[in-house]
């Protein structure tokens, strides 16, 4: 039986994942990057873009388990992180989808 397991995915105490309002000024809805902003401040994401410094602490932690042998992501030590999936792949800025998919 096939399984799936989503790491690394953002979702408000309510149960969302974007803000309301997307479009493709906003991605991720009206205020949708809030959802991660817990996740900017901390080392891993800091090191995926070549920063350095960051707060270590449980939200780091959290986001180091999560990016733990994911996909095509490379290991927080190294400077780039590149997403199995990214903007093109959802979203409204999307080319639409072929009726046999």
Same mark, same amino acid.
């Not at 997307?22 to 873009?49: A, C, K, Y």
């Given at each position: 039986?096939?399984?799936?397991?989503?790491?690394?995915?953002?979702?408000?105490?309510?149960?969302?994942?974007?803000?309301? *309002?997307?479009?493709?000024?906003?991605?991720?809805?009206?205020?949708?990057?809030?959802?991660?902003?817990?996740?900017?401040? !901390?080392?891993?994401?800091?090191?995926?873009?070549?920063?350095?410094?960051?707060?270590?602490?449980?939200?780091?932690?959290?986001?180091?388990?999560?990016?733990?042998?994911? *996909?095509?992501?490379?290991?927080?030590?190294? !400077?780039?992180?590149?997403?199995?999936?990214?903007?093109?792949?959802?979203?409204?800025?999307?080319?639409?989808?072929?009726?046999?998919?």
């Amino acid at each position: 039986m096939a399984s799936l397991l989503v790491r690394s995915f953002a979702m408000s105490l309510d149960g969302y994942s974007a803000g309301p *309002g997307q479009d493709i000024q906003n991605p991720l809805g009206v205020r949708g990057l809030e959802l991660m902003d817990s996740f900017f401040h !901390t080392r891993v994401w800091r090191r995926m873009h070549g920063l350095e410094g960051g707060e270590p602490g449980v939200d780091n932690d959290l986001a180091e388990q999560g990016f733990a042998g994911i *996909g095509a992501c490379k290991p927080p030590s190294s !400077t780039r992180c590149i997403s199995s999936f990214d903007r093109s792949c959802s979203g409204p800025a999307s080319p639409s989808w072929p009726a046999s998919i």
